[in-house]
């Protein structure tokens, strides 16, 4: 099995990291049900740096997250020194940077996939970092748009600044998630760069995603994790109810949260969690105005058992 670093996860199949869903609660049962490791939402060096206390809760692990990646993005190498030397993200064992986010208020600070055309002091984040935690990896997109399409120099010179693992999410910037994810930018890394590389974009299946691992080390997957979070198991051979599932983030997310933040914040996978299943209107009318896990937990049981 292919390495990060000194590194080894159980297998290829990476959580990729998503603002708002990727919290502790679902990198728990994501790793329980066959992910190789789960990466955290984006988190701001610089409110880490500023002891942000909301942020500081975005740190969260679970003890059975074997191996530990948290997600930091900013602009200036400084705050991430900063960060990185608090002890602030000791517990992790992955360092991931983000380049990728196309979001415009991150853009407007500079931070994200603004830093695209900023490659030099791209370089010097990843350096600084790499000089101050064992192990950093970045996730990036092809370019910040089509008449900027990264050069295949520019990977190397990633791995020459210390980069571990290179994700590739085939979009521009500016394309957000319009179109598909080409994966022929995910080869270009692979193909430049000894180090591992991660493809991303639009894996669904088992078979796309063993498909992926042809031309990438690593696969990640975002959405495909909520429309399906059964995949990581499928994918290790392992047959798992999709309920069974979304009631074990149901009891991580109540042992994390209090019980209106948790019922709260889980409003936003239903349209992942129950697309394509059949007769889920009133279903998900009823989800979106629960304030309370145990009524969730007693809908739920009431469609299973009508299904
Ligand atoms: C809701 C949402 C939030 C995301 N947040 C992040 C993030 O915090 N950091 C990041 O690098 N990418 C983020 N992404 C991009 C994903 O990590 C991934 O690269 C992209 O969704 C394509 O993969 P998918 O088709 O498997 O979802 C986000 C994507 C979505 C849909």
Redesign the pocket.
């Known amino acids: 099995m292919l390495k990060i670093g000194n590194l080894t996860p159980d297998n290829p199949y990476i959580v990729?990291?998503?603002?708002?869903?990727t919290d502790v609660a679902f990198r728990r049962v994501m790793t329980e049900h066959g992910a190789g490791f789960a990466v955290t939402?984006?988190v701001s060096a610089k409110a880490l740096v500023f002891d942000n206390q909301k942020t500081k809760l975005m740190l969260r692990t679970a003890q059975s997250e074997k191996i530990k990646s948290v997600?930091l993005f900013g602009r200036d190498p400084e705050d991430f020194k900063r960060v990185l030397k608090s002890g602030d993200v000791n517990e992790f064992d992955i360092v991931d940077l983000?380049f990728?986010?196309p979001v415009g208020k991150i853009i407007r600070n500079g931070e994200g996939s603004a830093l695209l055309k900023e490659p030099a002091l791209l370089l010097k984040i990843v350096e600084t970092c790499a000089d101050n935690f064992p192990v950093v990896t970045v996730?990036l997109r092809a370019g910040f748009d089509e008449q900027s399409i990264l050069p295949s120099s520019f990977f190397k010179d990633l791995e020459r600044a210390g980069a571990r693992l290179i994700t590739m999410?085939g979009r521009t910037a500016e394309q957000m998630?319009r179109g598909i994810?080409n994966w022929d930018y995910v080869k270009r890394v692979k193909d430049a760069v000894s180090v591992a590389v991660a493809g991303?974009?639009?894996?669904l299946t088992v078979e796309e995603a063993q498909n992926a691992l042809k031309i990438a080390d690593f696969v990640?997957?975002?959405?495909?994790a909520m429309y399906d979070p059964t995949l990581f198991d499928a994918l290790n051979g392992k047959n798992t109810q999709r309920f069974e599932v979304i009631f074990r983030h149901l009891d991580y997310l109540s042992e994390y949260f209090d019980d209106k933040y948790a019922s709260t914040t889980v409003r936003k996978f239903w349209g992942y969690y129950l697309k394509g299943l059949r007769d889920t209107h009133k279903l998900k009318v009823e989800l979106m105005q629960t304030e309370n896990v145990a009524k969730i937990k007693s809908l739920l049981s009431d469609f299973i058992l009508s299904a």
Do not use: L, T, V
């Not at 991303?200 to 894996?203: L, T």
């Open positions: 990729a990291p998503m603002a708002g869903y939402e984006m997600q983000n990728g986010c996730k999410h998630y994810s991303s974009g639009d894996i990640m997957i975002g959405r495909g």
